[in-house]
């Protein structure tokens, strides 16, 4: 019974390039227990859980439940959000229905590609609106997924909770239980691991203001975990804060295959190139609690280039 969070921590693992990847959040209010997989095993319709799950495969969604921190209670209606995390193209949008089998009219394909029709206006599934509360802090809190969320998530999300934060939810799922604390913050995308109460509140608060977080920062869900380790080197070595200030794209390979080429363009013409490798440590740690050890994967920058700015 390891606690996968502390083999990590003493492993050293490092946190940037560990963020799961979507490019749309689509996050659905549920009380009540979660089991492990809680789109099919909590108290939302398991038939429609999994009809989303397979609506959602392959469309740049990724599906999971929230509930407000401590105990609560059924609700006849639910929340729902939608938040799309592409830079330059991002939104958020609220709603609130009574009847989750409208769900089923979302068009997810449109919704990963940045168009939010179907959730939004008068005409849409869910009659959306755009969300204009504090950003989002979404404490992964799923104990029956892994025990570390349920010993170090839920507490974190009662503690804020108790610190009036708002924009605060519990949600199912964000990957990387070893790095519990976990928490994702919208409406930019980037995700959080061994968060405490100080840096998911300066996170939000960084959020608030355009900005994102260098600290505990484990990438921005919108890219694949290379360009996710690419881009926070980036800004480790830059400095540059603003969220929206920084693209990142896959160059075509080089002469070793076995490098991830990413550039990295800055919105003032600045750019660089990171050569990005999949490494692997001596030391082998459970990536769940309960699970047999296993090497640990990491994506690390072994090069980054700066460029001449473009003209």
């Keep these: 019974m390891s606690i996968c969070a502390t083999a990590s921590r003493a492993l050293g693992e490092p946190l940037a390039g560990t963020a799961a990847t979507a490019r749309t959040w689509l996050l659905i209010e549920q009380p009540g227990p979660w089991g492990a997989k809680a789109l099919t095993s909590s108290r939302l319709d398991p038939r429609l859980g999994g009809r989303l799950e397979e609506a959602a495969r392959g469309t740049g969604v990724r599906l999971a439940l929230v509930r407000r921190p401590g105990r609560t209670g059924p609700t006849s209606t639910r929340r729902v959000f939608a938040a799309h995390v592409v830079p330059g193209q991002g939104w958020v949008y609220e709603a609130s229905t009574d009847d989750p089998e409208r769900l089923l009219n979302l068009d997810l394909k449109e919704l990963g590609a940045g168009n939010a029709a179907s959730f939004a206006g008068e005409d849409s599934a869910l009659s959306g609106t755009p969300y204009t509360g504090a950003p989002l802090v979404c404490v992964c809190a799923n104990g029956k997924r892994d025990r570390c969320c349920a010993l170090l998530g839920r507490p974190l999300a009662a503690e804020l909770h108790a610190a009036g934060a708002e924009g605060l939810w519990e949600v199912t799922h ?76 896959t160059l075509p390979p080089g002469e070793d295959p076995a490098v991830h080429r990413v550039r990295v363009d800055h919105g003032d013409g600045r750019r660089w190139t990171a050569d990005v490798v999949r490494t692997v ?31």
């Excluded at 405490?196 to 608030?208: E, M, P």
């Design 281 to 311: 440590t001596e030391d082998a740690r459970p990536e769940s609690c309960g699970a047999a050890p296993v090497v640990a994967a990491r994506f690390e920058v072994v090069r980054l280039t700066a460029e001449a700015p473009s003209r």
């Design 174 to 249: 964000l990957g990387g239980h070893r790095f519990s604390p976990t928490l994702l913050v919208l409406p930019y995308g980037y995700a959080y691991g061994r968060a405490d109460a100080a840096l998911a509140l300066a996170a939000q608060r960084a959020a608030a203001s355009g900005r994102v977080l260098l600290g505990g920062n484990r990438g921005r869900s919108v890219w694949e975990r290379p360009e996710q380790a690419a881009e926070l080197a980036v800004r480790a070595e830059s400095g540059e804060e603003r969220a929206e200030a920084l693209t990142v794209r």
